[in-house]
């Protein structure tokens, strides 16, 4: 039986799981919907320190549309609850970021879209095969709104109209068969958020690419406006999700 369907108690709050939740909410999938996919694509790997490969990287076709993925991991209560409020938060900005519309980025945004880009990567990390990392006190603390600790990096980027695509990677880095930094990318809508996070803090991913085409929005940085002037193209997004080796 998987990780997920045995699953009992709510990754957040610890309270009992009665059923599988939308990872993503009913606005988003409406929002994102209109698409119509059929299918996304789930791409999975662990590499150790120095780039050689410990488990083979394996391409999933799961199906239904990402923005219609469920998960056993938080419960209704607090899907329905502290998380709705992250969300809405979130919302106003969100929607430019999947649209690809113009939007100036402040502080309050950055903050806004990290939290909820944060949230979603601690639930994605139990979708899936590989172990999650990010411990049940951190996600405990997030829960109360404490802001995300400095082990977590986001960034952001823009696909670009005409290069929609619909992954989730999961990339795991190990050294003497324990894991201390994983990496997940969505892609979705307009946008490419790339996550990180490390049990080493020096272990850290840092993306030295031009701003022009990647913005990290946690730790927040100077406001910034949106979309970038380069879009990530169908070649750079195969590159990231090939390794996170890519992007360090």
Not at 105 to 133: N, Y
Not at 143 to 155: A, F, K
Not at 200 to 225: M, T, W
Request: charged share 25%.
């Amino acid at each position: 039986m998987s990780t997920q369907l045995s699953r009992i108690l709510c990754i957040f709050c610890e309270g009992a799981l009665r059923s599988e939740e939308h990872v993503w909410s009913e606005w988003t999938r409406q929002l994102i919907g209109a698409t119509r996919d059929t299918h996304h694509w789930i791409v999975s790997g662990v590499t150790n320190s120095r780039g050689e490969i410990v488990r083979e990287y394996t391409t999933k076709r799961i199906q239904g549309g990402i923005h219609n993925v469920t998960v056993k991991a938080p419960c209704e209560k607090c899907n329905n609850g502290w998380m709705n409020v992250v969300d809405s938060a979130a919302r106003p900005y969100l929607e430019h970021l999947f649209l690809g519309r113009s939007r100036n980025l402040t502080h309050w945004a950055q903050r806004s879209l990290a939290r909820l880009l944060v949230m979603k990567f601690m639930v994605l990390e139990f979708f899936g095969d590989i172990e999650p990392l990010c411990p049940q006190e951190e996600r405990d603390c997030f829960r109360r709104g404490v802001d995300p600790s400095e082990r977590w990096r986001i960034w952001i980027g823009s696909q670009g109209a005409r290069n929609i695509n619909r992954t989730q990677t999961r990339h795991s880095i190990t050294e003497a068969n324990a894991a201390h930094t994983t990496v997940q990318i969505i892609a979705m809508g307009d946008l490419v958020a790339i996550g990180a996070y490390s049990t080493r803090k020096q272990q850290l991913p840092v993306i030295e690419r031009s701003n022009l085409i990647y913005r990290q929005i946690f730790p927040i940085g100077e406001a910034f406006r949106w979309p970038p002037l380069t879009s990530i193209d169908r070649k750079e997004l195969r590159l990231i999700q090939k390794s996170a080796q890519s992007i360090l």
